[in-house]
């Protein structure tokens, strides 16, 4: 019998204590005869044409650490919030919203797809022109094999995604993402559209800015890779892709953040018996250093989207951007 994962019951606390989270259910998702909740929840500016930062995690059930990480900062601001003023003044220029469970029947049975074991990451429809890596790429062949893009269209968990995200593009004056996974190398790495194309995604100027303003303000904290997921390897089905793909009239820039699990495995080789152990920090000391690592970062993002940086780039001054992006990562 499945017992209702704790990531589940944590942001179930948090929305029940804090009635300033503004929280809906996008989507139920039946597993064995039960419900499980896909929810978002919302804090901060409620009025139109304010810039949205969102933080996802959970896409793939068994990299529970990036639920933990969108539900430690969650529970964090929460707490700030009582006595934080600036903190409370920016919220009153910036909507936060969070999806820190996309894939609750994943994160109940520990795999990486969803309960009909398609990969969420695989399943929007957009397929890449080119030949994409073999299986990991995403693959039709099969649910019993990983990577599985689905045959029936998007799932559920997917169409919820997609169809908020698109709301918030149509109600904020600009959209960044953090989308936390885990499993991927040594590194951490910040990873952006597209996967399915070697091609840069229009206006790349304004993640080249994001990813300058971030390592000249923060020098001692820039232990991020960023890089367009095609140059790691490239995929069909992206979900970000496929947003990407609808010409967003507002800004949108998002990322996917993939903290580098397999350093937690060189350092506890015992972790390789233990599937999850592949892609979650086992030792409490590295569970706890993964939750602190990145707030840095995520409140950058705040900040940054509260400042207006990416939305007033000029014409000009985006086009210059554009360039450099293009030498550094496509030349
Ligand atoms: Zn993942």
Redesign the pocket.
């Known amino acids: 019998m499945e017992s209702v994962p704790f990531e589940l019951d944590t942001l179930n606390h948090l929305i029940a204590c804090h009635p300033q989270l503004r929280a809906k259910t996008l989507a139920d998702v039946e597993y064995n005869g039960k419900l499980y909740p896909v929810i978002r929840a919302e804090l901060g500016c409620t009025n139109i044409d304010v810039p949205t930062v969102m933080f996802v995690g959970g ?2 059930g068994v ?1 529970r650490i ?1 639920c933990q990480v969108q539900l430690a900062l969650m529970a964090s601001l929460l707490t700030r919030l009582e006595w934080d003023v600036q903190l409370q003044h920016l919220l009153t220029r910036v909507r936060l919203s969070f999806v820190p469970i996309v894939n609750p029947v994943g994160l109940i049975r520990g795999t ?1 797809c969803n309960g009909q074991g398609v990969d969420l ?1 695989r399943n929007a429809p957009i397929t890449s022109a080119d030949k994409v890596t073999f299986l990991v790429g995403g693959q039709k062949i099969s649910a019993k094999l990983p990577w599985y893009r689905g045959k029936n269209g998007m799932e559920r968990e997917t169409s919820a995604l997609v169809d908020y995200v698109t709301s918030l593009l149509s109600t904020s004056s600009s959209v960044i993402v953090l989308d936390a ?3 991927f190398g040594l590194s951490d790495h910040v990873w952006f559209p597209y996967a399915s194309s070697q091609s840069p995604m229009d206006k790349i100027g304004r993640i080249y800015q994001l990813k300058q303003a971030f390592e000249s303000s923060f020098p001692h904290h820039n232990h991020y890779r960023f890089s367009p997921q095609s140059l790691i390897y490239q995929t069909h089905g992206d979900i970000w892709d496929y947003l990407v793909a609808q010409n967003p009239k507002v800004p949108f820039v998002p990322l996917t953040l993939e903290m580098g699990s397999w350093s937690w495995v060189k350092k506890n080789p015992r972790q390789l018996f233990n599937f999850a152990g592949l892609f979650n920090p086992q030792k409490t000391h590295r569970y706890h250093r993964t939750l602190r690592k990145h707030t840095v970062f995520m409140q950058f993002l705040m900040d940054i989207a509260a400042s207006r940086t990416l939305e007033n780039l000029t014409d000009k001054q985006l086009h210059k951007l554009d360039r450099q992006a293009y030498q550094l990562w496509y030349e």
């Open positions: 896409v793939h990299e990036g990486r990451m996974h885990s499993g």
